[in-house]
């Protein structure tokens, strides 16, 4: 095989997919650590500090995953029996092993999310379950932003306070899946802590748009994030030297959170394109951050399939003729020229 033959490798299945930069890596060495279960890291301090601020909440938690995050969150703020309101197409519902219910007992109550990641006000308020011997309890109501299954929507400011508003008056919680909150402010042109101000707590994720190798914050007020930090250990969350990873986040806040406008303009592109491609489709004005949806209108998916995999890119099948890209920092603008060619060869033909 000769130089030529071997072709990059464009990976538009996750912005999870991402390698850290040499500056995270050399943070890392550099990073003075401590046991953080006895609180004595003071890496990890200074990123649970820093989140906090952010977020514009008074205390923060450094867990392993977005997953772990949403887990400990719903766990802190319900207990066995209750129940949490929370999107049909949420991840949490979806794609996080029914974690709240196996390990927390925790009943879902999903409310249709509207395409723009939303759930109506007036659903969400019939879902909450009144005082009866035969039902559970509601005591949370959990949001998405950006709403991954719904092309990455970014849910604006005014939409969380409304949810926040009517939770404050029924007497309920809420919880925000902010696993691409960065990515949601950027695309709004608004500051992180103007979409999590009203909610009770928000978990972020360090590892996708943000590029660190692993890692996740729960930002709350100091008593929430105190009974947090309990429940992480139950759930064998508790780390040691964790300001290894801790210094990569920090970085990651530092270098990572502007660049994210380059990936929402490449997945602008990479939309734009494929609705100029026969045999695919897409709705490119949904666009308006790193998560593009497409369908393949005729022809075997699994064909289409093999041939765009087999031409060097990556992405996810999300459905029998629906599929998933996602733009991130190791995706450049050629990539996408490249990725448009290789989609469009694959469609050619397919009846
Ligand atoms: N999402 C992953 C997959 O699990 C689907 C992806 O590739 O998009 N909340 C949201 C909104 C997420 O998109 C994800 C990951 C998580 C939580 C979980 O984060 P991790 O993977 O760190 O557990």
Same mark, same amino acid.
């Given at each position: 095989?000769?130089?030529?033959?071997?072709?990059?490798?464009?990976?538009?299945?996750?912005?999870?997919?991402?390698?850290?930069?040499?500056?995270?890596?050399?943070?890392?060495?550099?990073?003075?650590?401590?046991?953080?279960?006895?609180?004595?890291?003071?890496?990890?301090?200074?990123?649970?500090?820093?989140?906090?601020?952010?977020?514009?909440?008074?205390?923060?938690?450094?867990?392993?995953?977005?997953?772990?995050?949403?887990?400990?969150?719903?766990?802190?703020?319900?207990?066995?029996?209750? *129940?949490?309101?929370?999107?049909?197409? &949420?991840? +949490? /519902?979806?794609?996080?092993? #029914?974690?709240?219910?196996?390990? %927390?007992? !925790?009943?879902?109550?999903?409310?249709?999310?509207?395409?723009?990641?939303?759930?109506?006000?007036?659903?969400?308020?019939?879902?909450?379950?009144?005082?009866?011997?035969?039902?559970?309890?509601?005591?949370?109501?959990?949001?998405?932003?950006?709403?991954?299954?719904?092309?990455?929507?970014?849910?604006?400011?005014?939409?969380?306070?409304?949810?926040?508003?009517?939770?404050?008056?029924?007497?309920?919680?809420?919880?925000?899946?902010?696993?691409?909150?960065?990515?949601?402010?950027?695309?709004?042109?608004?500051?992180?802590? *103007?979409?999590?101000?009203?909610?009770? &707590?928000? +978990? /972020?994720?360090?590892?996708? #748009?943000?590029?660190?190798?692993? %890692?996740? !914050?729960?930002?709350?007020?100091?008593?929430?994030?105190?009974?947090?930090?309990?429940?992480?250990?139950?759930?064998?969350?508790?780390?040691?030297?964790?300001?290894?990873?801790?210094?990569?986040?920090?970085?990651?806040?530092?270098?990572?959170?502007?660049?994210?406008?380059?990936?929402?303009?490449?997945?602008?592109?990479?939309?734009?394109?494929?609705?100029?491609?026969?045999?695919?489709?897409?709705?490119?004005?949904?666009?308006?951050?790193?998560?593009?949806?497409?369908?393949?209108?005729?022809?075997?998916?699994?064909?289409?399939?093999?041939?765009?995999?087999?031409?060097?890119?990556? /992405?996810?099948?999300?459905?029998?003729?629906?599929?998933?890209?996602?733009?991130?920092?190791?995706?450049?603008?050629?990539?996408?020229?490249?990725?448009?060619?290789?989609?469009?060869?694959?469609?050619?033909?397919?009846?």
């Amino acid at each position: 095989m000769s130089a030529e033959d071997i072709v990059r490798i464009v990976d538009l299945r996750s912005d999870t997919v991402t390698l850290p930069p040499p500056a995270m890596r050399e943070a890392a060495l550099r990073a003075p650590l401590g046991d953080d279960v006895y609180g004595e890291d003071p890496t990890v301090r200074t990123l649970e500090e820093q989140a906090a601020e952010i977020t514009g909440k008074e205390a923060a938690l450094l867990v392993t995953s977005g997953t772990m995050g949403n887990l400990v969150a719903v766990l802190t703020h319900c207990g066995r029996g209750d *129940e949490v309101i929370l999107g049909d197409q &949420s991840h +949490t /519902f979806l794609y996080e092993v #029914g974690g709240i219910s196996a390990l %927390g007992g !925790v009943h879902p109550h999903p409310v249709h999310n509207e395409p723009d990641g939303t759930m109506p006000l007036r659903e969400i308020e019939a879902a909450i379950r009144p005082e009866n011997v035969h039902f559970p309890r509601t005591r949370l109501i959990c949001l998405e932003n950006t709403h991954n299954r719904c092309w990455g929507a970014p849910l604006k400011p005014e939409y969380t306070c409304a949810v926040a508003k009517l939770a404050r008056a029924r007497g309920l919680a809420v919880h925000l899946d902010g696993a691409r909150i960065f990515n949601a402010a950027i695309a709004l042109g608004v500051e992180v802590r *103007e979409l999590t101000c009203d909610v009770d &707590s928000v +978990t /972020f994720c360090l590892s996708k #748009g943000l590029a660190a190798p692993v %890692g996740s !914050v729960i930002c709350g007020e100091r008593e929430f994030v105190a009974e947090a930090r309990r429940i992480r250990k139950m759930v064998g969350g508790g780390m040691r030297q964790a300001g290894i990873i801790a210094a990569y986040g920090i970085v990651a806040l530092q270098t990572m959170v502007e660049r994210l406008a380059g990936d929402h303009e490449n997945a602008k592109l990479l939309a734009r394109g494929i609705a100029n491609i026969d045999g695919l489709s897409t709705e490119p004005e949904r666009v308006q951050t790193n998560i593009v949806y497409f369908e393949l209108e005729r022809g075997d998916p699994e064909e289409f399939y093999r041939r765009v995999r087999a031409g060097g890119i990556l /992405f996810h099948r999300m459905g029998e003729r629906k599929f998933r890209l996602v733009t991130h920092y190791g995706i450049t603008r050629p990539d996408i020229d490249r990725a448009l060619a290789v989609l469009a060869d694959a469609a050619k033909g397919l009846v």
